[in-house]
């Protein structure tokens, strides 16, 4: 959502995707945009009604016109050289923001590093292209795994103090627990943990599971 949010106002990105197809992230965007639960999607009944024909071509022709470039690299043996390349090619051709999911799936050149060295030089390689080229590089990370169910802290970030030091912006998403499989809509906490420019705080949404979309309360 933060990526078509962006692109939705003319600003051209990049997604490098490592963890998921690009044809599951596309179909995700595809529900968020149409308002057409993935069920009927995967079913072939995404038109089976007039009005429902009409969401799929809006839907369709609204992510066709975004200035989004995917990078389908799940298979691929991508490390933070090619990465960190393919970022600086783009951004000299005008690309303006990147998002990589996930941080914790870069490989580094150099294996003999520990996790925490190679975590740190990457992080840092990637703030270096932001300031070099005044673009805005988007990473998603993990938290350590005794962060399950609790509210995230900026030391549960995973693998390296680098994360929260080289961010400029830290955000976390949270939503307790406990949830019932009916629930439509679940109240979640989008946390600005760091803002080095700006405020922090807590934005409440709520989660709408059936369409994997965040919406403001």
Known sequence: QIATGLASNGNRGAVF???????????????????????????????????????????????????????????AKTNITWLENKIRQLAKEGVKWFVIDHLGLITHDNSSLKEYEALKDITARLQKLCRKYGITIIQLVQLNRVAEGERPTLAQLKGSGSIEQDSDIVIFIHRERAQSPEDTAIPTDIIIAKNRDGNCGTIKTNFLPDFTKFVEV
């Open 17 to 75: 995707e490592f963890e998921m197809s690009a044809r599951t992230l596309l179909m995700r965007e595809f529900c968020i945009e149409t308002g057409i639960a993935p069920y009927f999607v995967k079913h072939g009944l995404a038109t089976s009604t007039q009005s429902m024909m009409m969401k799929v071509q809006a839907g369709m022709q609204k992510l066709f016109d975004l200035p989004i470039e995917y990078y389908d690299v799940t298979n």
